[in-house]
């Protein structure tokens, strides 16, 4: 149920989540990539409208639906690159505050895959997601007709 249209939001607040979200197109940062790591996070904070959302993004963008619905199970998957699960990695550590996950460890592990600047960029889009997934929840958008803007 909705509970707070968009119209209804402060004057700004879409703007300045929308600002990043240009930024973060412009980061250089693999767009596919970016739609997994997103649904990922999605999955672990439960918003619904966000999942219909990237799974749809990620589809268009050329994602198989068979990485799509296993990425909960990433780990366990055989078909994610090193680089793809140092992202799945990074975002679990950084949506989760995962204090088992050494973070010295994993930046290690993006390093090979990520300058440093790009690893920013990525902190970024992590915790962009995170910050979208509880402004849905919390307005309580309607999942089920989101549709890919071409």
């Known amino acids: 149920m909705e509970r707070i249209k968009n119209n209804e939001l402060p004057q700004g607040l879409m703007g300045a ?6 930024y ?20 672990i904070n439960g918003c619904a409208y966000c999942l219909d959302m990237h799974s749809k993004e990620a589809l268009h963008a050329g994602e198989s639906f068979q990485r799509l619905i296993s990425v909960s199970a990433w780990r366990e998957a ?3 690159t090193p680089k793809e699960r140092a992202v799945l990695e990074f975002a679990e550590l950084l949506t989760y505050m995962k204090a088992d996950v050494e973070a010295d460890e994993i930046h290690e592990v993006l390093l090979r895959h ?10 970024l889009a992590i915790a962009q997601i995170n910050s979208w997934n509880r402004i849905v ?10 549709q890919v803007k071409q």
């Open 114 to 123: 990520f300058s440093k600047q790009e690893i920013a960029n990525l902190t």
């Open 24 to 43: 973060l197109e412009k980061s250089g940062l693999d767009h596919r990539l970016l739609e997994l790591m997103r649904l990922r996070v999605s999955q």
């Open 78 to 80: 055989p078909y994610y």
């Open 17 to 22: 989540m929308h600002h990043v979200e240009a």
């Open 137 to 146: 929840k919390s307005t309580g958008a309607v999942a089920g007709n989101y």
